[in-house]
């Protein structure tokens, strides 16, 4: 999980951990302006080895790289929501605009 170092993101961080379980987590210092390059460079970064990213950010840049990555120009996520993107890749380094499927946005 990469976290933005923003108070209201770590809180994010502390619910899905109640939820889901202890989760190994990046704090990016890169993430707290939430500028979508940013963001986009974060997730290039991580070992090919990893098979799920959960970034955990906030807007515009989250609802702005979701839109990129699945080429759907109106994703739009308020706090507290989640989109599932999925990659066909075998390294995040990839990773490029629409090269991203849309599975679901969780409320």
């Given amino acids: 999980m990469l976290?933005?170092?923003?108070?209201?993101t770590l809180e994010t961080k502390s619910v899905l951990?109640?939820?889901?379980?202890?989760?190994?987590?990046?704090?990016?210092?890169?993430?707290?302006?939430?500028?979508p390059r940013?963001?986009?460079d974060?997730?290039?970064?991580?070992p090919k080895?990893?098979?799920?990213?959960?970034?955990v950010g906030h807007n515009p840049g989250i609802s702005a790289v979701a839109s990129y990555f699945s080429g759907d120009n109106?994703?739009?996520?308020?706090?507290?929501?989640?989109?599932?993107?999925?990659?066909?890749?075998e390294d995040w380094k990839m990773l490029s605009a629409n090269s991203g499927t849309l599975m679901e946005i969780l409320h």
């Fill in 3 to 8: 976290v933005s170092p923003a108070k209201r």
């Fill in 17 to 35: 951990e109640s939820e889901l379980g202890d989760l190994d987590f990046e704090i990016d210092e890169s993430l707290y302006e939430g500028i």
């Fill in 38 to 40: 940013a963001l986009i």
């Fill in 42 to 46: 974060a997730i290039c970064r991580q």
């Fill in 49 to 55: 080895e990893f098979k799920s990213i959960l970034l």
């Fill in 74 to 89: 109106f994703i739009i996520l308020s706090p507290g929501m989640m989109a599932i993107i999925y990659f066909n890749l």
